[in-house]
């Protein structure tokens, strides 16, 4: 009896550990998600591969360039494609989330 009731103690400790240790995992920032379709061309952080880098670019720079491809009267590319998918908030999000990752906002 004894070792079963310490068992269950065990078990319930770990299970308490368990789900205090996976609620702290704080939310990912905003911008992160919207800016995954971006990962293609230019990484997971901005920091892509032969395309612009977009990692620590101003804010206001990389939300204005996005706006001009959304608002465009041509569609000229996929970035003016992409862009169009996204609500203006959504675009200031993305923007901001680049905007705070480590780089040096290159082109």
């Given at each position: 009896?004894?070792?079963?009731?310490?068992?269950?103690?065990?078990?319930?400790?770990?299970?308490?550990a368990l789900s205090l240790s996976s609620g702290?995992?704080?939310?990912?920032?905003?911008?992160q998600l919207l800016a995954s379709q971006c990962a293609q061309c230019?990484?997971?952080n901005g920091n892509?591969?032969?395309?612009?880098?977009?990692?620590?670019?101003?804010?206001?720079e990389l939300y204005n360039e996005l706006r001009e491809m959304k608002?465009?009267?041509?569609?000229?590319?996929?970035?003016?494609?992409?862009?169009?998918?996204y609500t203006d908030t959504q675009l200031r999000l993305i923007a901001?989330?680049?905007a705070a990752q480590p780089g040096a906002g290159d082109d």
């Open positions: 009896m004894l070792i079963y009731k310490q068992t269950l103690i065990g078990t319930v400790a770990a299970l308490a702290a995992h704080a939310a990912p920032p905003a911008g230019h990484g997971t892509g591969p032969g395309f612009d880098e977009l990692a620590g670019k101003p804010t206001n608002y465009s009267q041509q569609i000229e590319g996929i970035m003016d494609r992409q862009a169009r998918g901001d989330y680049l």
